[in-house]
């Protein structure tokens, strides 16, 4: 269902919690969202939700994409144990309520929690999909804790003379496997030899320039081939800290 309103480019989208311009469309109207992911995720969430897919499997009550599991006779109400902790927690209840934290791929099912801690996907589905096309960029919202606590912390931490800038747009970067597995692998040895968890690990900032207009919009997340473009190449073959 797409619904298109009268206003102003300003109006606020319609997607609860999101407090982003409406998308105005090529022929002047305006649509009723900021993006075709909070569009989809609300004809999702005002689904009728009976409990069963279209062939009459019973869906797990959390994540609804999922049969329940199968325990001799008995269907169960989730798929697993992850969602079932997920739901009786109250962070990720797919049915009621309000879902302010979608997955970062599908942007249509809530994140799980695991091991109490907010994933970024809904599944392992979704998450597997992610680095098995790395390296990508994928949006963080406005709504989502994590794009307030960064942008929190970049703005504290501006020490240039030039005018503090305002944050527009939030993307986080799946590197390729390689790069993946050595920075775990680091991780690890520094966790070892200090016995602290996280290894230490500090969130930087770097500012480097682009040729093209990746992160622009949630259409523009493709790395171009321009060896000029810094941005693309390290998100590509990460960077080297002497240059």
Known sequence: MVILIQGSQNTTCCYPGCQKGVWQNPDGSYSAFCSKKHRDAMTVQQQPWNGLNAGGTKLCKN???????????????????????????????????????????????????????LSDFCSNTCKEDTFKSAPLILSIGEEMASFKDVSKQFLDSWKHKKALPSVVKIWKIYCNKSHTDNFFSYKGAIERKIGQTGGNSRRRWHGTSRTCTIGDSEDQTNLCQDVACSLCRIIETSFDINK
């Not at 599991?69 to 997920?86: K, L, N, P, T």
């Open 63 to 117: 994540c609804r994409s999922r049969p329940g599991f199968v325990e001799g006779s008995r269907v169960h109400d989730f798929c697993g144990m992850r969602c079932r902790i997920a739901y009786q927690s109250g962070g990720n209840q797919a049915t009621g309520g309000q879902v302010t934290e979608l997955c970062l791929l599908c942007g249509l099912r809530p994140k799980v929690v695991i091991k109490g801690k």
